[in-house]
């Protein structure tokens, strides 16, 4: 079993639609949890941070249940401009990252 | 802040030929991270360095890989003898703690290996 699991995708959904992306870990003693979003041959840069009191940040709401070992990421009102590879990073506390799979998006109009 | 500096951004060798990867991480941040990423395995933690020091290599493929990290401001990974298996962008990545704990990676922007 991977240490980090994206739902396996991919999602095509038309403009405006609200998706939602899952991420399980396995690991109970990690850290800090992130998205990344990764564009076509681009490198990934940090979507947002997940709390566990879960954030907001515009049209995207990031979710963490600790119990569970689950993470989400919601997205309203899609964008084109959303289309990319999404992706699930979990941390421990020596310092250690782990990506999921990612899981790839494309918003039609 | 001029970000994760990466050298070369393209690389074709030929198989058995020796690669090296250099990498410019933002100043300030203390760890270090290669990564390498193909459509088969996905994004692959290779190593990665804390103050310089070698934290976890666990994730280099053999012994065919080496990285060093001889100061605060550079890294290298080394391929010797390379092979066609190891095509893949390869990325660099910096962060520094946050209470104690680390934060986000930034990260460069990768080189585009190919072995022939």
Redesign the interface.
Known sequence: RKEVEQDPGPFNVPEGATVAFNCTYSNSASQSFFWYRQDCRKEPKLLMSVYSSGNEDGRFTAQLNRASQYISLLIRDSKLSDSATYLCVVNTNAGKSTFGDGTTLTVKP | DAGVIQSPRHEVTEMGQEVTLRCKPISGHN?L?W?RQTMMR??E?LI?F?NNVP??DSGMPEDRFSAKMPNASFSTLKIQPSEPRDSAVY?CASSS?FG???????????TRLLVL
């Open positions: 760890s991270f990564y996905g994004l933690l990665y804390n934290i976890d990325f703690p104690g704990i680390q934060e986000t990676q930034y990260f460069g922007p990768g």
